[in-house]
């Protein structure tokens, strides 16, 4: 039988690659506008949660997955933010 954190790791590989074309994109222009920061808000608080889930239950997948999301979230909230001022 198939390990079942493989499959988490599958699933998170393409959750947490989601982010990033948004990320590039402000990465190359420096600008946020136009983006929710209340959203990026709320995903990061649902991601947090997630990560303290996964660590209360040692998963890997979801560890590894939502630490990486979650550092991505932050970049972006942070543009979102510097881009406001």
Do not use: D
């Not at 991601?47 to 991505?72: D, F, H, K, Q, R």
Request: glycine content about 4%; aromatic content about 14%; hydrophobic content about 55%.
């Amino acid at each position: 039988m198939i390990n079942p954190e493989y499959f988490g790791f599958f699933a998170a590989t393409l959750t947490t690659s989601a982010f990033l074309p948004q990320a590039f994109k402000i990465w190359k222009s420096k600008k946020a506008e136009g983006l929710s920061l209340s959203m990026y808000l709320v995903m990061a608080t649902g991601t947090l949660s997630w990560l303290a889930y996964g660590l209360l239950i040692e998963s890997p997948s979801i560890i590894v997955a939502n630490s990486i999301s979650l550092s991505i979230i932050v970049f972006i909230i942070i543009f979102i933010i510097l881009s406001k001022r």
